[in-house]
């Protein structure tokens, strides 16, 4: 439900802030006062498009902020998928409109418009004069037959739908142009070259940098072993070597070491010397031996990274890439090889899915046929009662050449206002009075099966007056029972049915500036509005004694619902 509206610096409007609440809420007031501008700034709040042109003159930017209570469960889970907040059971959905851009929040987090219109999609339905165009139009029909019917429906659509996305898969690669055999062959030859190429090296993982590694050393052989010589002949071959003289030094130094503690600990200490400089003596000889030049093998290392170089440059900049290469050509020459086959495959499966997909279509229709004979009868009920005492409504099915998401019906909403006359396309009503009250019958039968809470209807009263606009009240009242309605309205019929009674006003203030107000009104605010709009220019109490007996045959009527 609607809770909140609050709007700052947004065209005639300096700033308002209007509760909402359950029931019937009324909006009126004079024409041009800005009912419009009011219904504008909701929808810039839920996602329409905006520009500077909407910041009041003189202000920086303009704000829309409004509320809802967040009951819903599909609006809970749609929060959640989004990872918004909503621990307070609200929304709060804020737009800011600078001259250089547009913010949206919703519950104080940043979003992009996409995401505001996907949860405000359902929270509220908003029918302007445009809407009811659009709803009316024919291929919008089907989504409301199958909205009405969703219980029967869901179960079969859903299968449906996951069927047809596997039927449009399979037509995709059905009627891929064939393979030509001459280039198929061709093409093989050319991977099998590729491939076995690259099986002959052998490759593994990291080759590269070992091989590397080890042609560095191969390379640099001889003088390493020239320095590990040099290094044996200082330390032990050559006379008064270090290794000779750390020895003698080892025993004069033992014939002391006893005589104190730290002369026994530096004795320790030059020991493990002479055991370390043994230890090096037997890893420098092991060395000598490895570094050994092997003209073999570095011939044999050369040859084995030029190949590894030149599979790179061909297949991937390392042996990992060209691993990669090879395992992704293995894959296309044996799907290749196969191709036949597959194909084969592809065009059984695709008839398997194409009659099974018609089985679901046909079930799919046969249902939709016999919820529609519901649908008709709740239409041409709620006709009725909009003072359609003659009408005759029908939902009319074609069936489309091919398959669609929806299935195979093309689904037509045909009427005749008057009796003799014969069914038209719903699309051909021309009447502005016909075509909102039509449009209002659709979404009351159409509210008892959705999950939207809130419903604003701007200028449902286009085109009517008299009994009819009587009927419309209570078709509004009554569907607001089970929804929060809110409405833009000229007629006092409409006006005497208000739970809540707004009226807007447009005045210029000390600094002529000219703004545009909403406020909720009293009893005596309802009467004096009512009977303004009754076209009273003068305060007559006439004029308002009217205005009670309208409100008094609204009132009763409401009590009797």
């Not at 991977?191 to 002959?200: F, V």
């Not at 003072?387 to 069936?399: I, R």
């Not at 005045?507 to 605010?525: A, M, P, Q």
Request: net charge negative; aromatic share 6%.
């Amino acid at each position: 439900m609607l809770l909140n509206l609050h709007v700052k610096n947004f065209a005639l409007i300096d700033e308002i802030d209007v509760d909402f609440s359950e029931g019937l809420n009324i909006l009126t007031g004079e024409t041009g006062a800005g009912k419009s501008i009011i219904l504008g700034s909701l929808c810039i709040a839920l996602g329409a498009k905006a520009d500077k042109d909407c910041i009041r003159t003189g202000a920086e930017y303009a704000l829309v902020e409004i509320t809802f209570s967040a009951d819903n469960d599909e609006v809970k889970k749609k929060l959640e998928e989004n990872d918004i907040s909503h621990e307070d059971g609200e929304i709060l959905i804020q737009r800011k409109i600078t001259p250089q851009r547009s913010v949206f929040k919703l519950n104080s987090q940043t979003v992009n418009a996409s995401v505001i219109k996907e949860i405000a999609s359902s929270l509220i339905d908003i029918y302007g004069q445009h809407d009811y165009r659009n709803l009316l139009n024919s291929r919008k029909h089907i989504e409301i037959l199958d909205s009405f019917s969703f219980n029967s429906l869901k179960d079969v659509i859903s299968d449906y739908k996951k069927t047809y996305y596997e039927y449009l898969d399979l037509k995709n690669l059905s009627e891929s142009p064939e393979v030509d055999e001459v280039k198929r062959e061709r093409e093989i030859s050319l991977l099998e070259y590729q491939i076995n190429e690259i099986e002959a090296a052998s490759l593994k993982a990291g080759e590269e940098d070992e091989v590397e590694e080890r042609l560095k050393v191969l390379e640099n052989a001889s003088k390493i072993q020239n320095t590990l010589n040099l290094l044996n002949e200082v330390i032990y071959e050559s006379e008064g070597s270090a290794s000779e003289q750390i020895d003698m030094a080892l025993r004069e130094f033992s014939s002391v070491s006893s005589f104190d503690d730290r002369l026994s600990s530096l004795f320790e200490e030059l020991n493990d010397i002479s055991a370390r400089i043994s230890d090096f003596e037997r890893e420098n000889k092991r060395l000598l031996e490895e570094y050994a030049p092997d003209d073999e093998e570095l011939d044999r290392l050369r040859e084995r990274f030029d190949l590894i170089n030149e599979l790179e440059r061909k297949y991937g900049k390392n042996v990992e890439e060209v691993l990669k290469y090879y395992d992704e050509k293995k894959a296309e020459l044996d799907e290749l090889i196969g191709y036949d086959e597959k194909r084969k495959k592809i065009i059984e499966d695709f008839e398997k899915i194409k009659k099974k997909l018609s089985k679901e279509a046909d079930e799919l229709s046969k249902i939709r046929k016999k919820c529609a004979i519901e649908f008709e009868k709740a239409i041409s009920e709620s006709l009725g009662d909009l003072n359609f005492n003659q009408s005759e409504f029908k939902v009319s099915f074609v069936e489309n050449e091919g398959f669609t998401l929806t299935g195979k019906d093309k689904v037509n909403f045909e009427i005749s206002t008057n009796k003799g006359e014969p069914l038209k396309p719903l699309e051909n009503v021309s009447s502005g009075g016909e075509l909102s009250r039509i449009m209002l019958a659709l979404k009351t039968v159409g509210a008892e099966k959705d999950n939207t809470d809130t419903l604003i209807f701007d200028e449902i009263d286009a085109g009517i007056s008299g009994v009819t606009a009587w009927k419309v009240a209570k078709k509004l009242a009554l569907l607001s029972k089970d929804h929060q309605v809110i409405c833009i309205t000229h007629l006092q019929q409409i006006a005497a049915m208000a739970d809540i009674h707004y009226e807007i006003v447009k005045s210029v203030s000390d600094d002529s500036r000219t703004n545009t107000f909403i406020s909720k009104l009293d009893e005596e605010g309802r009467v004096k509005e009512i009977a303004r709009m009754l076209g009273d220019e003068f305060d007559s109490d006439k004029f308002k004694e009217n205005a009670l007996e309208i409100m008094k045959q609204a009132l009763d009527y409401k009590n009797s619902i």
